[in-house]
């Protein structure tokens, strides 16, 4: 298979893989890695949905963590995104893992995306980062400067005065969208389309959509679902809606947690797995 020239990278574990943009790598290589605590773990031999994939980097992290022997279902709805994520799958030449150019929500669709080509990672199908939520960002990352991630961790040496100032202008370049339309489907279909029997870790990083996504599960389908990450924004109530329907399908071990720089932030990420003995 002939691959795009795209920008590559070398990760800290050595690993070279294509990118959009080298400063959101560090970003999220970093965010990945958080997601093995609480009580989730991963085995040789184990089925993982990545849910929000974005360029693969959940999907390469565990395919090495389990010796290059774990089965990998990657979903990315951006087309320029899936692009990329493609790449670094198809490099691997594995048939255990597999990319899809779609996201899950409560029903299949195609519908309109926010697509910022400059900040991919913020990417996503609920309007969002009005001027008001970038002043309200800017706000927190003033406060939380020490948690900055390395490609911006220079502001934090300007005067005081000028702080606000380059934080702010970052923030509207980085945040200009696009409208692109993106297909999405339920995670049920998913798992009869491709004969699911078990999912061992069901990773969910779709910015503002997550409960969509959980609730495109078949009541049949959860049984099938053994640990769950999924880090969730906090509007409408979602994080109580969560943990209600977790706790419905019997995940009894849940712990909610939240990020130093993203402390003050409505963003959580919940971990939850169901304990034999409770």
Sequence with gaps: MKIKKY???KLP??????????????????????????GIELHEGDTVFDVGANIGLFTLWVYHLCNQHIN????????????????NTQSLASKQLRSFAYGLSDESKTTSFAYYPRATIASQLYPGFSKEERNELKEKMLVNLQELPLAVSWIRWLPTFLRSFVLEKKLAIGFQAKQVNCQLRTLSEVIREHQIQRIDLLKVDVEKSELDVLLGIEKHDWQ????????????ECRLEKIIDLLKKHRFNEITVEQEPILKGDDIFIVYAFQHPDR
């Design 7 to 9: 920008k590559q990278v």
């Design 13 to 38: 574990n050595g690993k070279t893989i294509f990118c959009l943009h080298k400063h959101e790598v560090q970003l999220v290589y970093k965010e990945v890695q958080t997601y093995f605590k609480n």
């Design 72 to 87: 990998v279902y990657a979903f990315e709805p951006i087309p320029a995104i899936f692009e990329v994520l493609h790449a």
């Design 224 to 235: 099938k679902i053994k640990q769950v990450v999924v880090e969730v924004h906090n509007f």
